[in-house]
């Protein structure tokens, strides 16, 4: 099975950026990539998603902030987030999820505060 492993969370200011990224350990080709998040005491919920096309989509929250991207040759998904706001603060995790299966990854932290 697939493992997906992220990493580039950290510390950053208001206003600052993060790359994220998730590495696959098989072929990402064809699957429907996600990243979510979740904050302290909140439920998950689905951030950016790129599909097998390179079509993408949004929460609203986020929408002309963050930017999602996938690389199937290295079978990597990055997530791109500029201007950051306190309230992006949560565990990021990559969800890749084909007609069979979803997988997860073990999340990375992201905190945003001055």
């Known amino acids: 099975q697939v493992q997906l492993v992220e990493s580039g969370g950290g510390l950053v200011q208001p206003g600052g950026s993060l790359r994220l990224s998730c590495a696959a350990s098989?072929?990402?080709?064809?699957?429907?990539m996600t990243w979510y998040r979740q904050a302290p005491g909140k439920q998950r919920e689905s951030v950016a998603t790129?599909?097998?096309?390179?079509?993408?989509s949004y929460a609203d929250s986020v929408k002309g902030r963050f930017i999602i991207s996938r690389n199937d040759a290295n079978n990597t998904v990055y997530l791109q987030m500029n201007s950051l706001k306190p309230e992006d603060t949560a565990v990021y995790y990559c969800?890749?999820?084909?007609?069979?299966?979803?997988?997860w990854g073990q999340g990375t932290q992201v905190t945003v505060s001055s």
């Open positions: 098989g072929s990402i080709i064809g699957n429907v």
């Open positions: 969800n890749l999820r084909s007609t069979t299966n979803a997988i």
């Open positions: 790129i599909f097998r096309t390179g079509s993408t």
